[in-house]
């Protein structure tokens, strides 16, 4: 039996090609933010571990809204 997390990777995988051909003209303006994403995760990280009195354990994800569906930037 598959796991939920297969499952969802694979849907993952068809949505992201799905975008990556309908937006391939707007890749250029993307990707830049994309970049800005990557480079405020550590930032948000320790934010939140002063706001929350946490400490991750593990790589931290920021979620963005785009292609129908939560896509992660992964530092």
């Known amino acids: 039996m598959r796991s939920i997390f297969n499952i969802i990777a694979t849907i993952w995988k068809k949505k992201k090609q799905a975008a990556l051909e309908k937006h391939t ?23 939140y571990e002063k706001m929350y009195d946490i400490h991750f354990t593990k790589d931290a994800h920021l979620l963005v809204g785009l292609y129908g569906s939560n896509a992660f930037t992964k530092s």
């Open 25 to 47: 003209l707007k890749l250029p303006d993307l990707l830049p933010i994309r970049d800005m994403f990557q480079a405020s995760i550590p930032i948000i990280t320790v934010q």
